[in-house]
């Protein structure tokens, strides 16, 4: 199979010819292109990789050519698995199994291999101790099934009832029903999001004692038409945040809860730890806000140009330290 040639990161830099020479002036953090050779290199200081899923291993429902046999690479030379999705509308057993199906090694990379907010927004609330209160939920199958596991109890997901014509015109706003005993509103992405779940959400956490967390803050998700813009849990958030007036406790990534419970889980070193994935807001800024080392791959979201107006931006946060076409990409001819 074919892979996109490496692509010469610092000629594209002079390509842009932008006024900061980015990757080229001391002053700016600089981002290596990396081949096959040079990973190989780099592989030795790292024992454990993180990658995000989707624009990295897959891409929608295809695999991502190439990154099947690069893991077979990692796990060859005895590396640590780990993938890190910020979406929480499946739970972990069936993104599992969607990575079976797709050709990925299922001794290496299964349920216990991977981590999404749902798992961490279910581990927080279990470890919070909720105390036998219930969730308000804004959230799609994932939250449920990994809640379910851990025994947290949960309601209000789903289509609300259909107003009738005086409650529509108005008299439901005076009339809300709230439930009792609500220890927590958990927000993610949910397809059922309406003003009457924005009302329920904003009231339960009049209460201060009501725990407010969300799974992650993307604004948008990938989708198989370029043309069309899907908005992702981030424009929920921010409507419950507006409403309400608190902030979430946000888990996915770049968030602090998902690296601790990666930490909790599986006792990483971050300084021996590389993050890949294809944003740098999130997947390169996650690793870099932890102390990881970071590899953005082409093959999904963000661009060369995305890094460059980084450097210009002095975002250092958000720029990786590696980057390379796909991970296909990495994999040496023989292995
Ligand atoms: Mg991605």
Not at 293 to 313: A, P
Request: hydrophobic letters at 35%.
């Amino acid at each position: 199979m074919k892979y996109p040639t490496l692509i010469d990161t610092q000629q594209l830099f002079r390509e842009h010819d932008h006024p900061v020479k980015a990757g080229l002036d001391p002053k700016c953090r600089s981002t290596k292109p990396l081949c096959p050779d040079s990973f190989a290199k780099v592989i030795k200081n790292i024992d454990t990789f993180i990658f995000d899923a989707d624009g990295v291993l897959w891409l929608g429902e295809s695999v991502m050519p190439g990154s099947p046999r690069l893991i077979d690479y990692l796990v060859k030379h005895n590396k640590q698995i780990i993938v890190l999705t910020n979406n929480a509308t499946k739970s972990r057993a069936v993104y599992a199994k969607k990575l079976a199906k797709l050709g990925y090694n299922s001794s290496k990379m299964n349920k216990n291999n991977l981590v999404n907010p749902a798992a961490v927004v279910a581990d927080t609330l279990h470890r919070s101790g909720l105390d036998g209160k219930r969730v308000y939920l804004i959230g799609e199958q994932g939250l449920r099934d990994e809640m379910d596991e851990l025994g947290i109890e949960y309601f209000g997901h789903g289509p609300e009832k259909k107003q009738n014509e005086e409650a529509a015109s108005g008299a439901f706003m005076y009339d809300i029903k709230l439930e009792e005993n609500v220890g927590a509103v958990v927000v993610g992405y949910e397809k059922h999001f309406d003003y009457t779940k924005m009302m329920k959400a904003a009231n339960y956490l009049r209460e201060e004692g009501v725990l407010f967390v969300a799974t992650n803050e993307d604004e948008t998700c990938p989708g198989p038409n370029p043309e069309v813009v899907i908005p992702d849990a981030g424009p929920i958030v921010a409507a419950i945040r507006c409403a309400s007036g608190r902030d979430p406790l946000t888990v996915g990534k770049p968030c602090t809860p998902a690296f601790n419970y990666i930490k909790r889980k599986w006792n990483i070193n971050p300084s021996r730890t590389m993050m890949i994935g294809d944003r740098t807001n999130t997947d390169v800024k996650f690793g870099r806000d932890h102390g990881m080392k970071t590899l953005l791959v082409l093959s999904g979201c963000h661009q060369i140009e995305d890094i460059i107006e980084n450097q210009m931006n002095e975002r250092d946060d958000m720029v990786p330290d590696y980057v390379a076409p796909c991970l296909g990409a990495l994999v040496p001819e023989r292995m």
